[in-house]
């Protein structure tokens, strides 16, 4: 299952209680996917985290596990609720109480990749949906919760780095000097899915590599961050977005000059939040 599905790199030993997860870096687009869109290759992977996993492919080396989708995030997006069901995408779903994702057409099956393009001529059966969720969500988000019970066993927190890239023109929009806009944004949902000490040391250590980080602004998080991140219970989840014109060509989906520099970057930051010990009884009393 895991061949076809996802990827998890473990370590030889775990020497930390983090995990590394990479939800939208898939690239297996199946040839029938492809010749159910209207759209082409590459419209499609406009909305993929491309090379994500590979900026944060340090992770096993330093003894905390990577975890990767392979199935693209055009075809099912894990970082959504199985409930997100788009009425006007899929057969058979009612319109009620639509989330502002939902409703621009990037549920749990996306109706449309960036800039609004949208994937399909028609409708998807509901029976599709439910397969694609069956096929590829459950078990991602299975091996998620293993990996992460497994850290939270061994060291007794959790904390999950779910990695993600971001458009720069979403950067741009912000209305920030150029000079100022944040390479890395990191999200907790406003303190919800993470200890406060845990996001302080993690934001620490992509600022001690050079890289200007901000906090919840564009993105605080979303499905991953809010179902796995319950700090009360010795779980964290923060959310990770890159840069993507920091190590890619944007237009054509390639990596540029940058990509290597950047990687090596990120591997010390990896090093860095290896080296993350939580003592849950401290975390409790806060």
């Known amino acids: 299952m895991s061949d076809t599905v996802f990827s998890l790199e473990m370590p030889q030993e775990l020497s930390a209680g983090v995990v590394f997860a990479s939800p939208h870096s898939g690239s297996a687009y199946s040839a029938a996917f492809l010749a159910r869109s209207v759209l082409d290759p590459l419209q499609l992977r406009s909305s993929e985290d491309a090379f994500v996993h590979e900026l944060f492919s340090a992770a096993p080396r330093f003894g905390m596990p990577l975890l990767r989708a392979l199935a693209p995030r055009a075809y099912l997006d894990l970082n959504r609720s199985t409930e997100e069901l788009d009425p006007a ?13 939902v409703a621009s057409g990037l549920g749990v099956v996306p109706r449309v990749v960036a800039h609004g393009r949208a994937i399909y001529r028609g409708k998807i059966s509901q029976a599709e949906a439910n397969r694609r969720i069956e096929t590829y969500w459950r078990p991602y988000h299975a091996a998620l919760q293993q990996v992460l019970d497994d850290a939270a ?30 390479e890395v944004v990191l999200g907790d949902r406003f303190g919800a ?22 906090r919840n602004a564009p993105f605080a998080g979303a499905y991953i961050t809010q179902a796995y991140g319950r700090p009360s219970r010795g779980q964290h989840a923060i959310q990770v977005e890159i840069d993507r014109s920091l190590y890619m060509d944007e237009v054509r989906i390639r990596k540029n000059a940058n990509f290597e520099s950047l990687q090596t970057v990120l591997s010390d930051v990896v090093a860095d939040i290896a080296k993350l010990r939580l003592d849950p009884l401290a975390l409790a009393a806060e």
């Open 89 to 101: 995408l899929i057969e058979g779903v009612t319109k009620r109480n639509q989330n502002p994702r």
């Open 153 to 182: 066993s061994a060291f007794g927190q959790a904390v999950l780095i779910d990695c993600h890239s971001m458009p720069h023109e979403a950067l741009a929009a912000s209305g920030r000097r150029p000079a100022g806009l944040p």
């Open 193 to 214: 899915a993470a200890h406060s000490d845990v996001m302080d040391r993690v934001e620490q250590a992509f600022v001690d590599a050079g890289l200007r980080v901000a």
